[in-house]
């Protein structure tokens, strides 16, 4: 059975607590700690290390997605070298990274995301070979919506993850609009795939659509079937 949770930024986006106190009496196994603007990160670095241990026994499976959104580098991976000394892989965007010298501290918990078609770069394979290259113990978290709005043959898709599949650390799944909006899958995109679970389901799936409190158990559940 593959592990599968939610993302707590797609379901009450900066009141982490909200969306832990919604995911637990679900079948949630993950959750992803998202702070992904810098005005949230202070609250949840202040509470996880209180929090941590509950989560822990909760949770088969802890992420943090790191803020996409900062005006100094240094200083955004001296705080989330706290985050990976506890343990957890860190989400980041590839095109926020200036100076890959600075996130090498992250070590093997930095988890590399690939890019919808609105970002200059990590989109495809060959642009996310320059990250892996300069960031040698990095790991990736694939994201299969970003991968189908890039292109919807999937192609993409399976070049990023035979090109980087040892790497493969978590997944990201849901459906991403024009504008990069995270939303519950479609028809369409389960179908598409479908072709990926057996790869996918081998790591743990963070849901990213961002759904109300009546529809997370639907989605984990449609995850659940696509994976399984």
Excluded at 31 to 59: D, F, G, I, N
Excluded at 86 to 110: E, F, K, Y
Excluded at 208 to 219: A, K, L, Q, T
Aim: hydrophobic fraction near 45%.
């Amino acid at each position: 059975m593959a592990v599968v949770g939610f993302s707590t930024g797609a379901i009450a986006l900066d009141d982490f607590a909200t969306a832990l106190q919604l995911l637990a009496p679900t079948r949630a196994k993950a959750v992803e700690l998202s702070a992904l603007r810098m005005a949230e990160l202070p609250a949840l670095l202040a509470a996880l290390p209180l929090r941590l241990p509950e989560l822990r026994r909760r949770y088969e499976y802890i992420s943090f997605h790191a803020p996409t959104n900062f005006d100094n580098e240094n200083d955004l991976v001296v705080q989330l070298k706290v985050v990976a000394d506890m343990g957890l892989n860190i989400v980041v965007h590839p095109d926020t990274i200036q100076d890959t010298r600075v996130w090498r501290s992250l070590g093997a918990h930095l988890c590399l995301e690939n890019m919808d078609s609105r970002k200059p770069a990590g989109r495809t394979a060959d642009e996310l070979q320059h990250y892996f290259d300069q960031l040698p113990d990095a790991r990736l978290c694939f994201d299969v919506a970003h991968a189908r709005q890039v292109d919807s043959s999937m192609t993409e898709a399976v070049r990023i993850l035979r090109r980087f599949g040892n790497r493969l650390a978590q997944v990201h799944i849901s459906e991403v609009n024009s504008k990069g909006r995270h939303f519950a899958m479609s028809f369409a995109a389960k179908l598409a795939y479908e072709p990926f679970a057996a790869r996918l389901s081998l790591k743990p799936v963070i849901i990213e659509s961002m759904v109300g409190p009546d529809e997370i158990v639907h989605e984990i559940s449609e995850t659940e079937k696509i994976l399984n």
